[in-house]
């Protein structure tokens, strides 16, 4: 069965097909810049790369694109041929604990939760009228990046302020990255061999998130109400004490948005830094010892091993931790600091394993009372999953 796995953006929609159950890989490509000038697209077939400058008007002409080289490169011969089609979708409220087939009572909901992600749920709306237009045999299923996180219990998932902030306007933690987690804890359930385990997943990309997941089942998580909770980011501050954010906009005259807008975009390891939000520039600041550099690498470890630490109390031990996205997976340096902060703990860095890029690897030594990995995410992987197992 071919299903689409769609990860659709404000001006970007990347896809991956999938022969399921196989989990063969047949295409993957990006859209990017849409309804901006300079758009394009890249596509991935047989290791071979199609590059092309088209005009992107909006997401319905990236799918008719996509169509367009899906039947000339012979992937398909008809439409038909898309089966499923699965999107990430990333608000789904505290309605939607697992991937459901999308009804036009289940669009009504993704759109009334944009008030709770305003920069992502409209996107994801637009990716899935596009395809419901131009593919309309397709069954669409919504895959939601809250979903995973839904099993946090009340105690964990609320803050405290008022409880009828909850109840009339659903302040709690949602959480994010549900899909990268979930498929973590699969993966690490099918390597350690059984269903009790007590497992602490780290997906440190640009956004990153930690979560604390015992039996399969999420616990906590470090994002919250909206993805700018948790640890230190690319750009995003993390957990801050809101009470800055009245502060600053008297101090500089700076108004709501565009305090929130620095919170976001020009925070975390760009705003400490003042250099980039990309993990590779700050590594090599600290090799030429940028002071703020350092610091900003000391900050971010520091925000992970915290609730590493914290999970690790909350689930009474922990059998495996993972790292996962582009540092998790990528960064030795990051990975060493953090697990030798956590030595107290017992656990003991293979440095010869640890030296490791984009591919599984355990990277602890044998006697190390905590196994770390480093496994590599699959989003689109678990999207194709979560759409098979509903259509199959
Ligand atoms: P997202 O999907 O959230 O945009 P990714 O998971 O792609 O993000 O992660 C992006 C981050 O991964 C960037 O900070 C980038 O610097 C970092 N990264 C990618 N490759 C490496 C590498 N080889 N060494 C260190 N960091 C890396």
């Known amino acids: 069965m071919k299903i689409l796995a769609i990860n659709a953006g404000s001006s970007s929609l990347k896809f991956k097909m999938f022969e399921m159950p196989e989990e ?50 012979e992937i398909i011969s008809s439409l038909d041929e898309i089966e499923a089609i699965g999107h990430r979708i ?30 992502h749920n409209p ?17 669409v299923v919504g895959v939601f990046d809250t979903a995973f996180h839904q099993t946090l219990e009340e105690k964990d998932f609320l803050y405290g302020v008022p409880y009828e902030w909850y109840t009339k306007y659903k302040v709690r933690k949602y959480g994010f990255h549900g899909i990268s987690h979930k498929y973590l804890a699969n993966y690490m359930e099918k390597k350690l061999g059984k269903k009790e385990f007590k497992l602490i ?9 930690i979560s604390a997941i015992k039996n399969g089942k999420c616990i906590d998580t470090s994002m919250g109400f909206t993805p700018n909770a948790g640890i230190l980011m690319g750009t995003r501050a993390g957990d ?47 090799l ?21 630490a914290s999970y690790y109390v909350l689930l009474g ?28 703990l017992g656990i003991k860095l293979d440095e010869e394993a640890n030296n490791v890029r984009g591919k599984e690897a355990l990277i602890t030594t044998s006697d190390s009372k905590i196994s770390c990995y480093v496994i590599p995410t699959n989003e689109e992987l678990m999207i194709a999953k979560d759409v098979y197992n509903l259509v199959k």
């Open 240 to 286: 801050i004490d809101a009470s800055i954010i009245p502060y600053i906009m008297e101090q500089t005259g700076m108004s709501l948005d565009e305090v929130m807008n620095s919170l976001n975009k020009e925070s975390g390891f760009l705003g400490v830094s003042g250099v980039s939000s990309d993990s590779r520039d700050i590594e090599e600041g600290i």
């Open 24 to 73: 063969i890989v047949i295409v993957s490509g990006l859209f990017e810049r849409i309804g901006i000038d300079g758009s394009g697209y890249t596509i991935k077939i047989n290791g071979e790369k199609i590059k092309k400058e088209v005009e992107l008007k909006n997401h319905e002409d990236a799918v008719k694109y996509l169509i367009e080289e899906l039947i000339e490169n």
């Open 288 to 308: 030429e010892n940028n002071q703020r550099c350092i610091l900003t690498h000391q900050m971010f470890v520091k925000s992970v091993v915290s609730y590493i």
């Open 90 to 119: 990333v608000h789904g409220g505290d309605k939607y604990a697992d991937s459901v087939i999308i009804t036009d009572e289940v669009l009504n909901d993704i759109e009334s939760f944009s008030s709770l992600a305003p920069l």
């Open 201 to 209: 997943t780290c997906h440190l990309g640009n956004g990153g998130s």
């Open 123 to 139: 996107a994801n709306v637009l990716g899935i009228k596009a395809f419901q237009k131009l593919v309309p045999k397709a069954t």
């Open 317 to 344: 031990g922990v059998d495996a931790i993972c790292f996962s996205a582009g540092i998790g997976e990528n960064s030795s340096k990051v990975r060493k600091d953090i697990i030798e902060a956590l030595s107290v």
